[in-house]
Each structure stands twice: as C-alpha cells, then as structure tokens.
C-alpha cells in the first residue's frame, strides 16, 4: 500500500518504522541484526542521512530521521519519551511511581533536602527535582507521565528537568548511577 506524500523540510525529525510482512520477526539473530545494521549505516552515509536513535525489536525496527514510513515528531516531549521506550537492553523498573519515590529520596538525601520537598508543586528546589527527572527519564528509561505521576508535577515540568538534570548533576559533581536505587 502507498503512502501519501509527507512533510519533508531541513530540520523536520520523523520517527521511522518498517515492520515485518505478516508481522513475522526481522531478525534470525544477533547475526542478522549486525548484517542490517551495517547495510544501515552504508544507505545513511550514501544519503547523508542522520539517525539520533534507534531500536531493532523483533518483529520492527524504529528510527528517528527522515524516510520511509513516519510520522512527524513535532514537539520534544514526543522524542523524549520515544528515545525512553527504544533502550530494549535495559530493564525498566516494574513499579515507576515507587522507584520515582525511591530516587526523591536518594536525590533529597544528596543535596540536603526532605524528599517530601522534591514532591508537588513546590519550586524552591527546582536543581535537585531537575535531577530526579533527568535520571528517571535518562536513565531509568521511565516515561515523562509515570515520573511526573510519580512527583506529582506536570510533564512539562518533567521535560524542563530532563533537559537541565545532567548540567545540575555536573555542577554539584554527582555520578547520576549513585543516585539509582
């Protein structure tokens, strides 16, 4: 089945995916995810294409660039909480709002805090709030949704801590896997 034409401009990210006929698996094995990969690599050099992220799932494969079939990635919350959902040799926590909770606490401990004070609404401790997002969307691979769930804050504020995480944690010369319970 065609596709209909897309928007297509300098600068415009789109998430790619191909599936396999019947949704049957892309890939024999480690093998075969190697072999594509490499002719990946080859077609992206030919085209000058960029690829930001990536994951080969069984029976898909995604990409965030500018060809085949895509969907547009209009806002950033939508990339960050793709590129958290395509780490697939990583376990996500099974229970995001308690791990949430448990890295609040570890955060608050760190920077001399309550961990009731990263939780809400409250701004007075935006850096080290700024932390617990980053971590738990970075490297937890959590949603933007299950750590504001887990924070009570909005998402928007979830995103605004992701961004700034990494530069608050250098800042105060934090590794952030100390941190993960």
């Not at 599936?19 to 480690?30: A, H, N, T, V, Y």
């Not at 190697?34 to 960029?50: D, I, K, P, W």
């Not at 895509?70 to 040799?89: D, F, I």
Request: aromatic share 6%; net charge positive; charged share 20%.
């Amino acid at each position: 089945m065609a596709y209909g034409p897309r928007l297509d401009a300098p600068g415009v990210l789109h998430h790619v995916m191909a599936r396999g006929i019947e949704r049957r698996d892309l890939f024999r094995d480690d093998g075969d995810r190697q072999q594509f990969l490499l002719r990946l690599e080859t077609a992206l050099r030919r085209t000058g294409t960029s690829v930001y992220a990536w994951a080969l799932i069984p029976k898909h494969v995604q990409l965030l660039q500018n060809r085949s079939k895509s969907l547009l990635v209009e806002e950033e919350p939508y990339l960050l909480e793709q590129v958290a959902e395509a780490a697939p040799w990583r376990s996500r926590p099974r229970n995001p709002s308690a791990f949430v909770r448990a890295l609040a606490q570890r955060t608050a401990v760190r920077f001399g805090l309550s961990a009731a004070a990263l939780l809400g609404q409250r701004w007075r401790y935006t850096a080290a709030r700024a932390v617990v997002c980053y971590v738990a969307v970075h490297h937890a691979r959590l949603t933007l949704r299950a750590v504001a769930s887990g924070l009570g804050v909005s998402a928007p504020t979830v995103l605004r801590g992701a961004r700034t995480g990494a530069s608050v944690l250098a800042e105060h010369g934090i590794d952030a896997s100390d941190l993960l319970p």
